[in-house]
Protein backbone atom coordinates (compact mmCIF):
# COMPACT_ATOMS: atom_id res chain seq x y z
CA UNK A 1 0.00 0.00 0.00
CA UNK A 2 2.71 2.16 0.79
CA UNK A 3 4.31 1.85 -2.26
CA UNK A 4 1.32 2.07 -4.47
CA UNK A 5 1.07 5.61 -2.47
CA UNK A 6 4.08 6.69 -3.19
CA UNK A 7 3.92 6.38 -6.86
CA UNK A 8 0.31 7.90 -7.45
CA UNK A 9 1.13 11.20 -4.95
CA UNK A 10 4.80 11.29 -4.64
CA UNK A 11 4.97 14.89 -4.90
CA UNK A 12 1.92 15.55 -2.88
CA UNK A 13 2.86 16.96 1.24
CA UNK A 14 2.64 13.62 3.59
CA UNK A 15 4.35 14.43 7.21
CA UNK A 16 4.84 17.95 8.39
CA UNK A 17 5.98 18.03 12.05
CA UNK A 18 7.25 21.48 13.01
CA UNK A 19 9.75 22.74 9.85
CA UNK A 20 9.93 19.32 9.04
CA UNK A 21 7.65 18.47 5.58
CA UNK A 22 8.27 15.23 3.65
CA UNK A 23 6.48 14.39 0.50
CA UNK A 24 5.05 10.76 0.08
CA UNK A 25 7.97 9.97 -2.11
CA UNK A 26 10.19 11.28 0.21
CA UNK A 27 9.17 8.79 2.89
CA UNK A 28 9.11 6.18 0.89
CA UNK A 29 12.45 6.72 0.32
CA UNK A 30 13.26 7.01 3.99
CA UNK A 31 11.39 4.42 4.81
CA UNK A 32 13.17 1.94 2.78
CA UNK A 33 15.81 3.02 3.98
CA UNK A 34 15.03 2.07 7.78
CA UNK A 35 13.77 -1.02 6.52
CA UNK A 36 17.41 -2.21 5.14
CA UNK A 37 18.77 -0.69 8.74
CA UNK A 38 16.52 -3.41 10.61
CA UNK A 39 17.46 -6.08 8.06
CA UNK A 40 20.72 -5.37 8.47
CA UNK A 41 20.83 -5.80 12.45
CA UNK A 42 18.91 -9.05 11.88
CA UNK A 43 15.17 -8.25 11.63
CA UNK A 44 13.68 -11.32 9.81
CA UNK A 45 9.89 -11.15 8.49
CA UNK A 46 7.66 -11.74 11.86
CA UNK A 47 10.35 -10.34 14.03
CA UNK A 48 9.25 -7.31 16.49
CA UNK A 49 9.82 -3.72 16.38
CA UNK A 50 9.13 -1.63 19.15
CA UNK A 51 8.73 1.71 18.69
CA UNK A 52 8.70 4.22 21.49
CA UNK A 53 8.67 7.71 20.32
CA UNK A 54 5.50 10.58 21.05
CA UNK A 55 3.98 11.56 17.83
CA UNK A 56 6.29 12.69 15.04
CA UNK A 57 7.79 12.31 11.83
CA UNK A 58 10.55 9.21 12.55
CA UNK A 59 7.74 7.67 14.60
CA UNK A 60 5.46 7.52 10.60
CA UNK A 61 9.04 6.38 8.62
CA UNK A 62 9.94 4.17 11.19
CA UNK A 63 6.41 1.97 11.18
CA UNK A 64 6.32 2.44 7.66
CA UNK A 65 10.36 1.02 7.63
CA UNK A 66 9.03 -1.98 9.63
CA UNK A 67 6.30 -2.45 7.59
CA UNK A 68 8.66 -2.60 4.50
CA UNK A 69 10.75 -5.28 6.25
CA UNK A 70 8.22 -7.38 7.15
CA UNK A 71 8.55 -6.95 10.38
CA UNK A 72 5.71 -6.64 13.39
CA UNK A 73 5.77 -3.27 14.65
CA UNK A 74 4.85 -2.95 18.49
CA UNK A 75 3.15 0.27 19.49
CA UNK A 76 4.31 1.38 23.22
CA UNK A 77 2.41 4.09 25.81
CA UNK A 78 5.23 6.84 25.73
CA UNK A 79 3.22 7.08 29.51
CA UNK A 80 4.82 3.75 31.05
CA UNK A 81 6.84 2.78 33.94
CA UNK A 82 10.04 0.98 33.67
CA UNK A 83 7.81 -2.51 34.53
CA UNK A 84 5.61 -2.24 32.43
CA UNK A 85 7.99 -1.56 29.56
CA UNK A 86 9.35 -4.35 30.94
CA UNK A 87 6.21 -6.70 30.16
CA UNK A 88 5.06 -5.43 26.73
CA UNK A 89 8.70 -5.71 25.42
CA UNK A 90 9.03 -9.20 26.99
CA UNK A 91 5.39 -10.02 26.58
CA UNK A 92 6.36 -9.32 22.59
CA UNK A 93 9.41 -10.55 22.25
CA UNK A 94 10.53 -7.44 20.67
CA UNK A 95 14.55 -7.94 19.07
CA UNK A 96 14.71 -3.78 18.35
CA UNK A 97 13.43 -0.80 20.23
CA UNK A 98 13.22 2.66 18.55
CA UNK A 99 13.02 5.16 20.92
CA UNK A 100 14.98 8.24 21.61
CA UNK A 101 17.96 6.94 23.19
CA UNK A 102 19.75 4.96 25.91
CA UNK A 103 20.29 8.45 27.55
CA UNK A 104 16.90 10.09 26.18
CA UNK A 105 13.54 11.31 27.90
CA UNK A 106 12.06 7.97 26.98
CA UNK A 107 15.15 5.68 26.33
CA UNK A 108 16.28 5.79 29.79
CA UNK A 109 13.30 4.63 31.45
CA UNK A 110 13.98 1.07 29.71
CA UNK A 111 15.12 -1.49 32.03
CA UNK A 112 18.65 -2.07 32.35
CA UNK A 113 18.66 -5.34 30.85
CA UNK A 114 16.75 -4.50 27.78
CA UNK A 115 18.28 -1.50 26.96
CA UNK A 116 20.35 -3.47 24.52
CA UNK A 117 17.52 -3.41 22.11
CA UNK A 118 17.51 0.26 21.89
CA UNK A 119 18.06 1.93 18.30
CA UNK A 120 17.97 5.66 18.79
CA UNK A 121 15.37 6.99 16.43
CA UNK A 122 17.40 9.89 15.01
CA UNK A 123 20.18 6.95 13.66
CA UNK A 124 17.64 4.87 12.15
CA UNK A 125 15.82 7.22 9.86
CA UNK A 126 18.53 9.36 8.99
CA UNK A 127 19.34 10.06 5.37
CA UNK A 128 20.94 6.34 3.77
CA UNK A 129 25.00 6.00 3.56
CA UNK A 130 26.69 4.68 0.35
CA UNK A 131 25.41 1.13 -0.03
CA UNK A 132 21.86 1.13 0.55
CA UNK A 133 20.36 4.70 -0.92
CA UNK A 134 18.15 4.19 -3.92
CA UNK A 135 17.19 0.56 -2.54
CA UNK A 136 14.21 -0.30 -4.39
CA UNK A 137 10.99 -0.51 -1.72
CA UNK A 138 9.34 -3.59 -3.93
CA UNK A 139 11.90 -5.92 -3.51
CA UNK A 140 12.02 -5.63 0.63
CA UNK A 141 10.29 -8.99 2.71
CA UNK A 142 7.46 -6.14 3.55
CA UNK A 143 6.18 -7.32 0.19
CA UNK A 144 5.51 -10.96 0.22
CA UNK A 145 3.42 -10.36 3.43
CA UNK A 146 -0.26 -11.57 3.59
CA UNK A 147 -3.25 -10.17 4.54
CA UNK A 148 -3.47 -12.45 7.16
CA UNK A 149 -0.24 -11.83 8.74
CA UNK A 150 0.19 -9.45 11.33
CA UNK A 151 1.19 -6.08 10.62
CA UNK A 152 1.31 -4.41 14.35
CA UNK A 153 0.55 -4.99 18.01
CA UNK A 154 -1.91 -2.79 19.70
CA UNK A 155 -1.48 -3.19 23.60
CA UNK A 156 -4.78 -1.76 25.28
CA UNK A 157 -4.49 0.56 27.92
CA UNK A 158 -4.43 -1.83 31.11
CA UNK A 159 -7.28 0.10 32.71
CA UNK A 160 -8.83 -3.52 33.64
CA UNK A 161 -5.46 -5.44 33.87
CA UNK A 162 -2.51 -5.52 32.76
CA UNK A 163 -2.04 -4.60 28.48
CA UNK A 164 -3.02 -7.20 26.06
CA UNK A 165 -1.09 -7.72 22.96
CA UNK A 166 -4.26 -6.56 20.03
CA UNK A 167 -2.97 -8.83 16.79
CA UNK A 168 -3.72 -6.11 13.89
CA UNK A 169 -3.49 -7.76 10.60
CA UNK A 170 -2.63 -6.43 7.23
CA UNK A 171 -6.30 -7.28 6.32
CA UNK A 172 -7.64 -5.63 9.35
CA UNK A 173 -5.52 -2.13 8.35
CA UNK A 174 -6.69 -2.04 4.78
CA UNK A 175 -10.28 -2.55 5.75
CA UNK A 176 -10.25 0.26 8.42
CA UNK A 177 -8.16 2.60 5.78
CA UNK A 178 -10.89 1.91 2.76
CA UNK A 179 -13.16 2.70 5.79
CA UNK A 180 -12.04 6.26 6.58
CA UNK A 181 -11.45 7.05 2.88
CA UNK A 182 -15.16 6.23 1.78
CA UNK A 183 -16.93 7.09 4.97
CA UNK A 184 -14.82 10.18 6.09
CA UNK A 185 -13.67 10.85 2.73
CA UNK A 186 -9.83 10.92 3.39
CA UNK A 187 -8.68 11.65 0.23
CA UNK A 188 -5.34 13.37 -0.86
CA UNK A 189 -6.65 17.15 -0.55
CA UNK A 190 -7.43 16.31 3.26
CA UNK A 191 -4.87 17.37 6.25
CA UNK A 192 -5.50 15.43 9.46
CA UNK A 193 -4.00 16.69 12.81
CA UNK A 194 -2.90 13.87 14.99
CA UNK A 195 -3.11 14.50 18.27
CA UNK A 196 -4.74 11.37 19.39
CA UNK A 197 -1.34 9.07 20.44
CA UNK A 198 0.41 6.91 17.42
CA UNK A 199 0.66 3.65 20.12
CA UNK A 200 -3.46 3.89 20.07
CA UNK A 201 -6.05 2.61 17.33
CA UNK A 202 -7.70 5.97 16.54
CA UNK A 203 -4.03 7.96 16.03
CA UNK A 204 -2.14 4.92 14.49
CA UNK A 205 -4.83 3.42 12.02
CA UNK A 206 -7.96 5.73 11.09
CA UNK A 207 -5.67 9.28 11.51
CA UNK A 208 -1.96 7.94 10.46
CA UNK A 209 -2.73 4.42 8.24
CA UNK A 210 -6.18 5.52 7.22
CA UNK A 211 -5.50 9.44 5.02
CA UNK A 212 -2.03 8.43 4.18
CA UNK A 213 -3.57 5.76 2.22
CA UNK A 214 -5.51 8.33 0.99
CA UNK A 215 -2.82 10.30 -0.39
CA UNK A 216 -3.09 12.81 2.69
CA UNK A 217 -0.91 14.52 4.84
CA UNK A 218 -0.93 13.57 8.66
CA UNK A 219 0.24 16.92 10.51
CA UNK A 220 1.61 15.96 14.20
CA UNK A 221 1.54 17.44 17.75
CA UNK A 222 3.07 15.30 20.28
CA UNK A 223 -0.27 15.75 22.77
CA UNK A 224 -3.37 17.40 22.58
CA UNK A 225 -3.26 20.89 24.01
CA UNK A 226 -5.99 23.20 22.96
CA UNK A 227 -3.89 26.66 22.17
CA UNK A 228 -1.45 24.06 19.88
CA UNK A 229 -3.79 22.45 18.43
CA UNK A 230 -5.49 25.97 17.32
CA UNK A 231 -2.35 27.64 16.32
CA UNK A 232 -2.00 24.34 13.51
CA UNK A 233 -5.34 24.28 12.81
CA UNK A 234 -5.17 27.59 11.57
CA UNK A 235 -1.45 27.70 9.99
CA UNK A 236 -1.96 24.52 8.36
CA UNK A 237 -5.36 24.11 7.18
CA UNK A 238 -6.37 21.18 8.89
CA UNK A 239 -9.60 19.74 7.05
CA UNK A 240 -10.12 16.72 10.18
CA UNK A 241 -9.79 16.14 13.43
CA UNK A 242 -10.72 12.91 16.03
CA UNK A 243 -11.28 13.48 19.69
CA UNK A 244 -13.84 13.83 22.03
CA UNK A 245 -16.61 16.20 22.81
CA UNK A 246 -14.63 17.96 25.31
CA UNK A 247 -11.60 18.67 23.22
CA UNK A 248 -13.77 20.68 20.58
CA UNK A 249 -14.89 22.69 23.14
CA UNK A 250 -11.74 23.85 24.04
CA UNK A 251 -10.75 24.03 20.47
CA UNK A 252 -13.82 26.39 19.53
CA UNK A 253 -12.97 28.19 22.80
CA UNK A 254 -9.44 28.77 21.95
CA UNK A 255 -10.29 30.23 18.57
CA UNK A 256 -12.63 32.45 19.63
CA UNK A 257 -9.96 34.19 22.29
CA UNK A 258 -7.67 34.25 19.65
CA UNK A 259 -9.65 34.76 16.75
CA UNK A 260 -7.81 31.86 14.80
CA UNK A 261 -9.13 30.87 11.14
CA UNK A 262 -10.57 27.48 11.01
CA UNK A 263 -12.85 27.67 8.28
CA UNK A 264 -10.89 24.88 6.37
CA UNK A 265 -12.13 22.24 8.98
CA UNK A 266 -14.65 20.66 7.30
CA UNK A 267 -15.29 17.26 10.32
CA UNK A 268 -14.77 16.97 13.04
CA UNK A 269 -15.57 13.20 14.70
CA UNK A 270 -16.00 11.95 18.36
CA UNK A 271 -15.84 8.99 19.92
CA UNK A 272 -15.52 7.81 23.99
CA UNK A 273 -17.22 10.16 25.13
CA UNK A 274 -20.64 11.27 26.32
CA UNK A 275 -21.69 14.24 23.36
CA UNK A 276 -24.61 16.94 25.11
CA UNK A 277 -27.74 17.31 23.36
CA UNK A 278 -27.41 20.97 22.87
CA UNK A 279 -23.55 20.68 21.26
CA UNK A 280 -24.13 20.06 17.93
CA UNK A 281 -26.42 24.15 18.16
CA UNK A 282 -23.19 24.85 19.69
CA UNK A 283 -20.83 24.43 17.19
CA UNK A 284 -22.93 25.33 15.24
CA UNK A 285 -23.18 28.93 16.09
CA UNK A 286 -19.38 28.86 16.52
CA UNK A 287 -18.47 27.36 13.46
CA UNK A 288 -21.26 26.87 10.90
CA UNK A 289 -19.20 24.79 7.95
CA UNK A 290 -18.13 21.98 10.46
CA UNK A 291 -19.36 18.98 10.04
CA UNK A 292 -19.98 16.71 13.25
CA UNK A 293 -19.30 12.77 13.05
CA UNK A 294 -19.78 10.42 15.90
CA UNK A 295 -18.06 6.73 15.44
CA UNK A 296 -17.65 3.30 18.02
CA UNK A 297 -14.79 1.18 17.79
CA UNK A 298 -12.20 -0.30 19.89
CA UNK A 299 -8.86 -1.70 19.70
CA UNK A 300 -9.73 -5.37 19.25
CA UNK A 301 -12.22 -4.22 16.39
CA UNK A 302 -9.23 -2.64 14.70
CA UNK A 303 -10.87 0.80 14.82
CA UNK A 304 -13.62 2.04 13.24
CA UNK A 305 -17.02 -0.28 13.96
CA UNK A 306 -20.19 2.36 13.57
CA UNK A 307 -20.37 5.61 11.77
CA UNK A 308 -22.29 8.44 11.48
CA UNK A 309 -21.85 12.29 10.05
CA UNK A 310 -23.94 15.45 9.22
CA UNK A 311 -27.90 14.86 9.11
CA UNK A 312 -28.30 11.74 10.05
CA UNK A 313 -25.90 12.05 13.02
CA UNK A 314 -28.59 15.07 13.85
CA UNK A 315 -31.00 12.96 13.85
CA UNK A 316 -29.77 10.52 15.72
CA UNK A 317 -27.54 11.99 18.06
CA UNK A 318 -28.30 9.19 21.04
CA UNK A 319 -26.19 6.54 18.83
CA UNK A 320 -23.78 6.03 17.26
CA UNK A 321 -24.62 5.67 14.29
CA UNK A 322 -24.79 1.92 12.16
CA UNK A 323 -22.20 -0.44 11.64
CA UNK A 324 -20.13 0.77 8.54
CA UNK A 325 -20.96 -1.77 5.20
CA UNK A 326 -19.29 -5.40 6.03
CA UNK A 327 -19.73 -5.61 10.15
CA UNK A 328 -22.16 -7.16 12.16
CA UNK A 329 -23.45 -5.58 15.07
CA UNK A 330 -25.75 -8.20 17.38
CA UNK A 331 -26.25 -8.65 21.24
CA UNK A 332 -25.37 -11.04 23.47
CA UNK A 333 -27.33 -11.59 26.93
CA UNK A 334 -26.42 -13.65 29.97
CA UNK A 335 -23.00 -15.02 27.73
CA UNK A 336 -25.43 -16.54 25.00
CA UNK A 337 -24.60 -16.56 21.02
CA UNK A 338 -24.87 -12.91 19.26
CA UNK A 339 -28.41 -12.38 18.03
CA UNK A 340 -30.24 -10.16 16.20
CA UNK A 341 -32.03 -8.81 19.17
CA UNK A 342 -34.52 -4.74 18.13
CA UNK A 343 -34.11 -2.83 21.25
CA UNK A 344 -32.82 -5.49 23.95
CA UNK A 345 -30.00 -4.56 25.84
CA UNK A 346 -27.29 -6.77 26.45
CA UNK A 347 -23.48 -7.04 25.33
CA UNK A 348 -22.49 -5.51 22.03
CA UNK A 349 -20.51 -7.67 19.94
CA UNK A 350 -18.92 -7.21 16.54
CA UNK A 351 -18.29 -9.68 13.14
CA UNK A 352 -16.79 -8.68 9.97
CA UNK A 353 -13.28 -7.69 8.49
CA UNK A 354 -12.51 -5.35 11.83
CA UNK A 355 -12.36 -8.12 13.97
CA UNK A 356 -8.30 -9.02 15.17
CA UNK A 357 -7.15 -12.16 15.62
CA UNK A 358 -6.76 -12.21 19.00
CA UNK A 359 -4.24 -10.84 21.69
CA UNK A 360 -0.14 -11.99 21.53
CA UNK A 361 0.59 -14.81 23.49
CA UNK A 362 -2.58 -14.76 25.31
CA UNK A 363 -5.09 -17.82 24.15
CA UNK A 364 -6.82 -17.59 27.36
CA UNK A 365 -7.39 -13.90 26.78
CA UNK A 366 -8.29 -14.62 23.25
CA UNK A 367 -11.02 -17.49 24.03
CA UNK A 368 -13.23 -15.29 26.55
CA UNK A 369 -13.12 -12.56 24.05
CA UNK A 370 -13.30 -13.69 20.31
CA UNK A 371 -16.09 -16.32 20.17
CA UNK A 372 -16.82 -18.16 16.88
CA UNK A 373 -15.96 -15.33 14.59
CA UNK A 374 -17.79 -12.57 16.93
CA UNK A 375 -16.00 -10.03 19.25
CA UNK A 376 -17.36 -9.51 22.34
CA UNK A 377 -16.84 -5.94 23.43
CA UNK A 378 -17.48 -5.41 26.45
CA UNK A 379 -19.88 -2.53 26.22
CA UNK A 380 -23.53 -2.67 26.74
CA UNK A 381 -26.06 -1.18 24.37
CA UNK A 382 -28.99 -1.74 22.16
CA UNK A 383 -29.11 -2.54 18.29
CA UNK A 384 -32.58 -1.28 17.31
CA UNK A 385 -34.77 -2.51 13.61
CA UNK A 386 -32.59 0.83 11.78
CA UNK A 387 -29.72 -0.89 12.73
CA UNK A 388 -28.85 2.17 14.68
CA UNK A 389 -26.73 1.09 17.82
CA UNK A 390 -26.99 2.94 21.27
CA UNK A 391 -23.54 2.74 23.83
CA UNK A 392 -25.14 2.46 26.94
CA UNK A 393 -22.04 2.01 29.28
CA UNK A 394 -19.05 -0.69 29.78
CA UNK A 395 -20.40 -3.98 31.26
CA UNK A 396 -17.47 -3.01 34.33
CA UNK A 397 -19.03 0.84 34.76
CA UNK A 398 -22.68 0.18 35.20
CA UNK A 399 -23.92 0.65 38.48
CA UNK A 400 -25.71 -1.69 40.24
CA UNK A 401 -27.65 0.74 42.83
CA UNK A 402 -30.37 -0.82 44.68
CA UNK A 403 -31.05 -3.49 41.99
CA UNK A 404 -31.21 -1.32 39.05
CA UNK A 405 -28.73 -0.75 36.72
CA UNK A 406 -27.63 3.14 36.41
CA UNK A 407 -25.46 3.33 33.26
CA UNK A 408 -22.98 5.99 33.69
CA UNK A 409 -23.13 7.53 30.20
CA UNK A 410 -26.54 8.14 30.55
CA UNK A 411 -26.45 10.86 33.65
CA UNK A 412 -23.29 12.35 32.23
CA UNK A 413 -25.06 13.07 29.03
CA UNK A 414 -27.68 14.53 31.09
CA UNK A 415 -25.09 16.54 33.68
CA UNK A 416 -23.11 17.67 30.51
CA UNK A 417 -25.85 19.45 29.22
CA UNK A 418 -25.94 22.13 32.14
CA UNK A 419 -24.37 25.04 30.79
CA UNK A 420 -21.78 25.50 33.39
CA UNK A 421 -19.90 22.08 32.79
CA UNK A 422 -17.61 21.20 30.56
CA UNK A 423 -16.54 17.92 31.19
CA UNK A 424 -17.80 15.73 33.78
CA UNK A 425 -17.57 11.58 34.57
CA UNK A 426 -19.80 9.18 36.37
CA UNK A 427 -18.80 6.40 38.54
CA UNK A 428 -20.35 3.82 41.22
CA UNK A 429 -18.81 4.33 44.90
CA UNK A 430 -19.51 1.49 47.55
CA UNK A 431 -22.73 2.33 49.51
CA UNK A 432 -23.21 0.45 53.11
CA UNK A 433 -26.94 -0.19 52.22
CA UNK A 434 -27.62 0.28 48.31
CA UNK A 435 -24.06 -1.45 47.49
CA UNK A 436 -23.07 1.52 45.54
CA UNK A 437 -24.01 4.76 44.38
CA UNK A 438 -23.22 7.55 42.43
CA UNK A 439 -20.79 9.97 42.03
CA UNK A 440 -20.08 12.70 39.29
CA UNK A 441 -16.90 14.25 38.99
CA UNK A 442 -17.46 17.73 37.14
CA UNK A 443 -15.38 20.36 35.63
CA UNK A 444 -16.88 23.87 35.27
CA UNK A 445 -16.71 25.62 32.52
CA UNK A 446 -13.31 28.46 33.41
CA UNK A 447 -15.14 31.76 35.13
CA UNK A 448 -18.01 29.69 36.17
CA UNK A 449 -19.05 28.30 39.43
CA UNK A 450 -21.74 25.95 39.43
CA UNK A 451 -23.63 25.19 43.03
CA UNK A 452 -23.76 21.44 44.11
CA UNK A 453 -27.90 22.41 44.03
CA UNK A 454 -28.05 23.34 40.58
CA UNK A 455 -26.41 20.57 39.20
CA UNK A 456 -28.77 17.84 41.47
CA UNK A 457 -32.08 20.06 40.22
CA UNK A 458 -30.60 19.71 36.65
CA UNK A 459 -29.84 15.69 36.77
CA UNK A 460 -33.46 15.56 38.80
CA UNK A 461 -35.41 17.51 35.87
CA UNK A 462 -34.18 14.45 33.92
CA UNK A 463 -33.30 11.06 35.60
CA UNK A 464 -35.16 8.84 38.16
CA UNK A 465 -34.34 10.34 41.46
CA UNK A 466 -32.02 6.96 42.32
CA UNK A 467 -30.00 8.09 39.38
CA UNK A 468 -29.61 11.60 40.62
CA UNK A 469 -25.62 11.45 41.80
CA UNK A 470 -25.23 11.46 45.87
CA UNK A 471 -21.66 12.92 45.20
CA UNK A 472 -20.64 15.37 43.23
CA UNK A 473 -17.12 16.47 42.96
CA UNK A 474 -15.31 19.56 41.32
CA UNK A 475 -12.32 19.00 39.19
CA UNK A 476 -10.18 20.95 37.18
CA UNK A 477 -9.60 18.23 35.09
CA UNK A 478 -10.54 14.58 34.45
CA UNK A 479 -7.91 12.24 34.60
CA UNK A 480 -7.01 10.49 31.27
CA UNK A 481 -4.84 8.10 29.46
CA UNK A 482 -3.10 9.20 26.73
CA UNK A 483 -5.98 8.19 24.12
CA UNK A 484 -8.62 10.13 26.23
CA UNK A 485 -10.10 7.32 27.48
CA UNK A 486 -11.56 8.85 31.73
CA UNK A 487 -9.39 6.81 34.32
CA UNK A 488 -12.62 5.62 35.91
CA UNK A 489 -10.80 4.01 38.75
CA UNK A 490 -8.81 6.46 39.86
CA UNK A 491 -12.35 8.36 40.29
CA UNK A 492 -13.92 5.68 42.10
CA UNK A 493 -10.80 4.69 44.51
CA UNK A 494 -10.65 8.56 45.63
CA UNK A 495 -11.66 9.13 48.94
CA UNK A 496 -14.77 10.27 50.16
CA UNK A 497 -12.88 13.70 52.31
CA UNK A 498 -11.26 15.41 49.40
CA UNK A 499 -8.35 17.71 50.37
CA UNK A 500 -8.83 20.91 48.94
CA UNK A 501 -7.73 20.92 45.06
CA UNK A 502 -11.86 20.11 44.87
CA UNK A 503 -15.19 20.12 46.63
CA UNK A 504 -17.41 17.65 47.90
CA UNK A 505 -20.42 17.31 48.73
CA UNK A 506 -23.35 14.42 49.14
CA UNK A 507 -27.17 15.07 48.80
CA UNK A 508 -30.23 13.33 49.70
CA UNK A 509 -30.19 10.81 46.94
CA UNK A 510 -27.07 8.97 49.12
CA UNK A 511 -29.61 8.40 51.93
CA UNK A 512 -31.73 5.40 52.76
CA UNK A 513 -35.13 7.74 51.51
CA UNK A 514 -33.81 7.98 47.82
CA UNK A 515 -37.04 6.55 46.27
CA UNK A 516 -35.09 3.37 44.92
CA UNK A 517 -37.55 0.99 44.61
CA UNK A 518 -37.63 -2.20 47.24
Known amino acids: MFIEIAHEHGSREALVDGPVRLEHAEVLRRAATVAVR ?3 KGVKPGDRVAILLPNCWQYAVAYIGAQLAGAIAVLVNTRLTGPELDHILTDSGATVLVTDGVDGV ?6 AGLADLIVPAE ?5 PEAGIAGVDPSTLPGCDRTASDVAHLLYTSGTTGRPKGSMHNHANLLFNARTVRERLGAGPEERTLIAAPMFHA ?3 VSQFVGFFSGGGCCVFTPAFKAETAVALMARE ?6 GVAAMLRLILLKAEDTASDLSALRLFVMGGSHVPQEFPAEVAKRLPGLNLGNVWGLTEGTSIVTYTEGDEYLAHADTVGRPVAGLEVAVSRGGAPPRDLPGVVGELCVRGPVVTAGYWNNPDASAATFVDGWLHTGDVGSVDADGFVRVLDRLKDMIIRGGENIYSLEVENVLAGHPDIVDVAVVGVPDPIFDERVRAVVVPRPGRAPSVESLRAHAASALADYKVPAEIVFAE ?3 RNASGKVLKRQLADTASDHDGATDHAEGPAAKETDGIPG
Open 202 to 204: TGA
Open 477 to 479: QLP
Open 106 to 111: LGARVP
Open 237 to 242: RITFFA
Open 123 to 127: VLVAD
Open 38 to 40: LRN
